[in-house]
């Protein structure tokens, strides 16, 4: 296993570059005049509808009276990824939806944009001038292992190691980050600001071991013997193919991943369509990104209506706006070859049961991602659905010194959803110790 910096060189001739922001930084002026906007509400709404319960009127309060510092520790007191949370939370369905200016029908705070000013300005701010806006606490004899990389991992060995834990990252991967760092749409956020983040958030003491797959080249049991605890922070397994491959058959996550990391990627000039299958928001994002890269005709095909599609509603409209289309009722088939390439997509109608082809060059493919857990041999109580069961209130498994966060315990929800799972396990590991040290 090896030691790994958290910041690898990126490629400078990467395809995700050719994408602007959506939701562009503010300058410091237009943070403010947003700022002096909030109410203030008391019990405010949009803290209910935060995950991580970040105190949004606070820090929105602190950035209208200059104090950006103190705005990005009451963020990051909640949730240490607030830097990527600020960029990719679908805020719309979260605070900003619940925002109390929604109900007068005008416009409501830009509170992930606000966030992100915030986190940018502040950690900035640490770079320039050393100045740290947290300080870990002295070694306190504990140690965790933390399998995987991703967001739920990474806060969580944050929150331990500012609390004087030693926190072990083994990561399979040869970036941290997961889907941060490999699979957000780019103009939500680029790799750069992922391994920033994942640079921040090891710079308060935890370790990071890239190019280890625990159950394989570690094993679950010599990691529960050498740790006070262990914290599974895994993503979901194999996406789902539908049994479609060959030339110009993609899964969404790959693709996405080709766009985001690889050197010199670009896609094929005889791509002038592309049919993507799916109907949630990693649909919605590879669709319009091929939109954005210029591809002629773009289709969403989904097997059910349009009001069935787990797709936010925000995140159909941004494809939409970006000439994306979509066909309804139809269950994929097979991908068609001729001539040694993918020329179509074959479908049936449901309704008419006749069978249908879509003209294609590229062929993604964004039906889901398999529930389980790999490799990982731990022995942890397993939900039907194959995701790992925990205690709501801890995050701790059926296992006593184990707990688990992240997309192995929800089978795939939001950034933020994760760093609170870190940031709940974090404390109950810490509560659980304080109690042993006060009985013994």
Known sequence: ??????????????????????????????????????????????????????????????????????????????????????????VEEMCVGACVYQ???????????????????????????????????APIGRKVALI???????????HLALAGVQADIYERDSVPGGLNTTGVAPYKMKCESSLDEAAWLLSHGAHLMTGVAVGTDISFALLLDEYDAVFIGVGLAEVRTLEMDGPGVWTATDLIRAIKTEQGFALPPSVRRAVVIGGGNTAMDIARELAMLGVEKVTVAFRRREAEMSAYAHEWAGARSCGVVLRENLTPLAAVNRDGGLCAARFKETESGREIELACELLALAVGQEVGMQAMKAGVRQNANGTVWVDPATR?????????????????????????????????????????????
């Open 148 to 158: 995987g990389g991703g967001p739920a991992s990474l806060a969580c060995a944050a």
């Open 1 to 90: 296993m090896t030691k790994s910096a958290a910041s690898p060189r990126l490629a400078p001739d990467r395809l995700e570059r050719l994408f602007d922001d959506a939701k562009p930084a503010y300058s410091y002026a237009e943070a403010r005049i947003e700022a002096e906007r909030c109410l203030n509400c008391h019990d405010a709404p949009c803290v209910r509808h935060c995950p991580t319960e970040i105190d949004i009127p606070k820090f929105i309060g602190q950035i209208a009276s200059g104090n950006t510092r103190g705005a990005a520790t009451t963020i990051f007191e909640q949730n240490m990824l607030g830097a990527s949370c600020a960029r990719v939370c679908p």
């Open 103 to 137: 109900g007068f029908n005008g416009q409501p705070i830009a509170i992930g944009r606000l966030q992100r000013h915030a986190t940018d300005e502040a950690c900035a701010d640490e770079r320039a001038t050393g100045r740290r806006l947290f300080t870990p606490a």
């Open 396 to 440: 701790r498994t059926s296992l006593s010194r184990v707990y688990a966060g992240g997309d192995c315990i929800n089978g795939g929800r939001e950034v933020v959803d994760a760093a609170a799972d870190g940031r709940i396990a974090a404390n109950a590991m810490l509560a659980e110790w304080s109690v042993e040290k006060g009985s013994g």
